[in-house]
């Protein structure tokens, strides 16, 4: 096979470089083979098709690499939709395994992880694979329904990436990223490209927040120079919203295609173009191969922008014309197989005329005197929403499929998909769950369908009489929620869940820019309706920051000890060891508490049912809301409670942290999670004791139960959260680690500092830091921060431990556990290291830890081989000097200075925090003594300031 023959020559030639840059892994050309070779193995004896569901796309080129060597035929599904969504979309198809990167059960196929594969193991597999009459296959219509699948020749795929790739220079200079769903057609010229040319694949990291996943993009182009990117024009046009028009500049070539390319887009690319990006606009069907034609933007288009001429093996031509109109029909060498699975949607869509075999695209296309072409419009109910291809007729039919669903219909307005359907019951959310997350569609429970004169569908009529004025005529709106209706009106929604994530941003930035206000990403993941967003706005405006309600009662207090007292339950017998940082605040006796707020939307005895009805949904999904703590030998530890109902109250007021430590950490055998809802501030808490619940964890959780509580998500839906199962995984990796080779790990503390705690003196440092992310922020600031030390000192290093919350591992995926996830991470910053040198050491141990090893672990649950050395991993772990942890940027320092003034941290732990520009490293101990200390790093010269603050 060509594309094997190409892998070959990179392993003979390159095995070592960088073919895939990921945030969670590079993989050489070789450890690319290896993984694909490794597949292999696993795949004899299967069925022709493979399917493949990757949450990590790193491993895409691998996978279908090997799912060639194997002599089988790769089948990407749809990993926008749930796995058993996704699996309905091919269930034509014939298939008996299934490649992941993660764990699944409960189905009758074979699952094989690539997660579990070796990059480093070199295998050779022992079977000669044939060659398949087709190389890959290919959903259209943005994989509603059960789409149409379309298989494409190997000389398909060769044919168009040979006729693009010189087109736009991609070589082994290129880096090109990978920003497109693996499941789209477009995809292909992204991954194939290291295999062809040598270049290097740039994965688009996942990101929890729509907003970050955006704004990350031109935040990527400048870090890894990115040079070729591929882009729908209304990706495009969100981007030059976000980053203004200089954000492709440094770009050497930018492919718009997927929908028609606006004349005011080509505009906005000016700076682009002027700057030397040669920019693309690049149409074509899936069933031709991707792309067929071709034109490159300039500053001279005027009222549109062509679709341009055929690629050379493309043949073009117009049917039915009217003068040079007419419907474009696409033949030659990117024509596919087609529809195999479907002869008779075949025999309408794909004819042969004069020998040559044509796809008929129902496109409506205008030829230009030059030869060049226009798009015009579509003859058929099949539109394009961000660059996909979604058939209004197919996405009615998965809406009328609901059970309670008499009547559905999809019409495509102002840019947006809207479905009105009939119905007794709000069946709202089911739709929307069963729709890829890309539609995000408006979906409208109506009375009636209304109808034009001619009895078609009247779908402006009922957005304006259904969804537009429901929303709008309201007698008690003031001046910001006005505002805010007008700033939404424009994206022709009138509901913030309606928004796509392109809109959502450009919403938020015209928010931001009306108001001279700025909202974070985590404020806006909190943020699910436009009352919600009002709220917000005017506690930032008037610095009113929340209703306060009155404190508990007496009897608040004796029901909450009564409910406490006798509780009664089964445990599992398995135990769940907590965190090494719950246990340390444990065995000190101190308590700690997460406290989640949310605003009710009223206190009935309806309303309360339905929050205890939604709470024991989500306890179903989530098992840190079933754990009650024990003591043993000394050390907490959690167990599942396995025959009682949440704790829940009702209260009058708002329970003292102090009157909650007298209740919670009472007794062992008691819940370590209780729901109370106060009526004072028409508020519900969810409190989790004993530190089971770190911040990332809190901000998951509250995003979930949010979406639950404005009925935005069902319970079903979510995934589920097994601390238990971290735990178990965590338990294993570590009892496997060599303690006499971990001793090498931790740095030897030649000097201690000394330091003494003051508790009447705070010391606040800063300087100037580019915070990118937490590991950017470690290493700048720990690098900073002891050089400075060391500086001052004289010393020949510093060493300590930071606090990581790692949730991706090479064996385990807990991006969804919720609970303390935190790592602690042994460092070192000598006198002689330059940033380089730190920052390699940071990741070398980043990624050892990424495979689930923590000394701190093994030390507090006396873990691992060789445990005679436990003693003296010990006595290393303790003498290193500083304990930083970083909080992330905050709005306020002096809030987080406060608040640490009424905490009883040691000496040695800091704080670091950034904001807008600057580290902060605020602690006790007194680090440092002169007040400014001039450093050069990096080759630039910054100013450590020193401040001693003085308790009031």
Same mark, same amino acid.
């Given at each position: ?15 070592? +470089? ?12 070789? %450890? ?7 597949? !292999? ?49 091919? %269930? ?53 329904? #059960? ?157 549109? !922008? ?40 075949? +025999? ?56 309670? #669903? ?26 929307? @769950? ?61 509901a913030l869940k309606d928004l796509d994530s392109l809109d959502l941003v450009r919403f938020i930035i015209e928010v931001e820019s009306a108001f001279k206000i ?94 205890? %009805? ?42 003292? +942290? ?56 069902? =319970? ?106 935190? =790592? ?16 390699? +050491? ?29 003693? #003296?991993?010990?006595?290393k772990w303790k003498a290193m000097n500083l304990s930083p942890n970083y909080l992330g940027e905050v709005k306020s320092v002096q809030a987080v200075i406060d ?16 904001? @807008? ?36």
């Amino acid at each position: 096979m060509f594309f094997l023959q190409k892998l070959a020559k990179r392993i003979e030639t390159i095995p070592d +470089r960088v073919a895939i840059s990921s945030s969670t892994g590079n993989l050489s050309f070789r %450890q690319v083979n290896n993984i694909a070779n490794q597949l !292999v193995e696993k795949l004899k004896n299967k069925q022709n098709i493979v399917p493949f569901y990757l949450q990590n796309t790193r491993f895409v080129l691998p996978v279908i690499l090997g799912i060639w060597k194997a002599g089988k035929i790769p089948m990407p599904l749809v990993s926008a939709l749930p796995l058993n969504e996704a699996l309905k979309r091919v %269930q034509e198809v014939e298939w008996n395994s299934l490649v992941t990167d993660f764990v699944v059960t409960d189905y009758d196929f074979t699952n094989i992880n690539v997660e579990e594969f070796d990059p480093d193991k070199n295998i050779s597999f022992n079977f000669q694979a044939s060659s398949p009459k087709y190389a890959y296959i290919l959903a259209t219509s943005g994989s509603t329904g #059960v789409p149409k699948k379309v298989f494409l020749t190997e000389e398909n795929i060769k044919w168009l990436l040979s006729e693009l790739y010189p087109l736009i220079h991609v070589n082994s200079e290129t880096r090109f990223l990978f920003s497109t769903p693996y499941s789209f057609d477009v995809s292909l010229t992204e991954i194939l490209s290291p295999i062809l040319t040598g270049a290097e694949l740039v994965c688009l990291p996942t990101s929890p927040s729509k907003t970050e996943s955006i704004r990350l993009i031109p935040k990527l182009i400048n870090e890894e120079k990115i040079t070729h990117l591929s882009l729908s024009p209304s990706f495009a046009d969100a981007l030059l919203t976000i980053g203004g028009p200089d954000i492709f500049k440094k770009l050497k070539f930018l492919m718009v295609a997927g929908e028609a390319f606006p004349i005011d887009l080509a505009k906005k690319l000016k700076a682009s173009l002027k700057s030397g990006c040669r920019v693309f606009n690049l149409y074509g069907p899936t069933e031709t191969t991707i792309y067929a034609t071709y034109h490159e933007v300039t500053l001279n288009e005027n009222n549109y !922008v062509p679709i341009g001429k055929p690629f050379s093996g493309a043949i073009v031509k117009l049917v039915n014309q009217e003068g040079n109109k007419g419907e474009l029909y696409i033949g030659g060498k990117g024509v596919t197989q087609g529809y195999v699975l479907d002869p008779v949607k075949k +025999r309408e869509k794909f004819i042969s005329e004069a020998g040559i075999n044509y796809y008929k695209t129902g496109d409506i296309v205008e030829q230009l005197d030059n030869g060049e072409l226009v798009f015009l419009e579509r003859m058929d109910d099949q539109v394009q929403v961000n660059g996909i291809r979604i058939e209004l007729g197919e996405v009615k039919t998965i809406a009328s499929e609901v059970m309670g #669903v008499k009547s559905a219909v999809a019409k495509y307005q102002n840019g947006r998909i809207y479905i009105f359907y009939l119905a007794d019951n709000d069946k709202t959310a089911e739709i929307n @769950h069963k729709l890829p997350r890309y539609l995000n569609p408006i979906i409208i429970r109506v009375p009636e369908f209304l109808y034009t004169y001619n009895r078609k569908i009247d779908a402006k009529k009922m957005i304006e009489k259904y969804y537009l004025k429901k929303q709008y005529l309201r007698n008690d709106t003031k001046d910001i929620e006005q505002e805010l209706e007008k700033l939404l009106a424009k994206f022709n929604v009138s509901a913030l869940k309606d928004l796509d994530s392109l809109d959502l941003v450009r919403f938020i930035i015209e928010v931001e820019s009306a108001f001279k206000i700025e909202i974070e990403d985590a404020e806006l993941n909190q943020i699910n309706n436009l009352s919600q967003l009002d709220q917000l706005v005017v506690k930032k405006l008037t610095g009113n920051n929340e209703v306060k309600g009155a404190f508990a009662s007496e009897v608040d207090l004796d029901n909450l000890k009564l409910l406490f007292d006798n509780f009664s339950a089964e445990y599992g017998s398995e135990p769940i060891i907590a965190s090494p940082t719950a246990q340390s605040l444990f065995s000190q006796g101190k308590t700690s508490f997460s406290i989640l707020e949310f605003d009710l939307k009223e206190t009935s005895y309806t309303e309360i049912s339905r929050i205890y %009805q939604l709470l024991t949904e989500l306890a179903n999904k989530v098992d840190l809301l079933n754990y009650a703590w024990f003591i043993n030998d000394k050390k907490l530890e959690f167990r599942p409670i396995l025959n009682s109902s949440i704790p829940f109250l009702v209260t009058t007021g708002e329970i003292k +942290r102090s009157d909650l430590e007298k209740i919670m950490y009472q007794k062992p055998g008691q819940p370590i999670f209780i729901a109370l809802v106060d009526l004072s501030s028409s508020k519900l808490r969810l409190i989790f004791s004993h530190h089971s619940l770190d911040a990332a964890s809190a901000n998951l959780l509250k995003k979930m139960f949010s979406n639950l509580y404005q009925g935005d998500e069902l =319970a079903s839906a979510l995934p589920v959260s097994s601390f238990a199962s971290y735990s178990k995984f965590l338990k294993k990796q570590n009892e496997h680690v060599d303690l006499a080779k971990a001793i090498e790990e931790i740095p030897e503390t030649k000097e201690n500092l000394n330091l003494f705690k003051d508790k009447k003196l705070l010391h606040v440092i800063s300087f100037p830091a580019k915070v990118k992310d937490v590991d950017t922020a470690y290493i700048q600031g720990i690098y900073t921060l002891a050089k400075a030390v060391i500086s001052e000192r004289h010393l020949s290093q510093v060493t300590g431990k930071l606090a990581l919350n790692i949730r991706k591992f090479k064996a385990f995926d807990a991006q969804n556990v919720l609970g303390d996830l935190h =790592a602690t991470l042994p460092w070192e910053v000598k006198a002689t290291d330059s940033l380089a040198d730190f920052k390699q +050491r940071y990741f070398v141990t980043k990624q050892l830890y990424q495979t689930g090893v923590d000394y701190r672990y093994c030390l507090f649950n006396k873990l691992g081989k060789n445990p005679e050395f436990l003693s #003296v991993l010990k006595k290393k772990w303790k003498a290193m000097n500083l304990s930083p942890n970083y909080l992330g940027e905050v709005k306020s320092v002096q809030a987080v200075i406060d608040e640490i003034w009424q905490l009883p941290f040691k000496a040695n732990y800091i704080t670091m925090v950034s904001n @807008h520009g600057k580290m902060y490293a605020i602690l006790y101990g007194n680090l440092l003594k002169e007040k400014n200390i001039k450093l050069c790093i990096g080759g630039k010269e910054l100013v450590v300031k020193n401040q001693i603050l003085e308790k009031e």
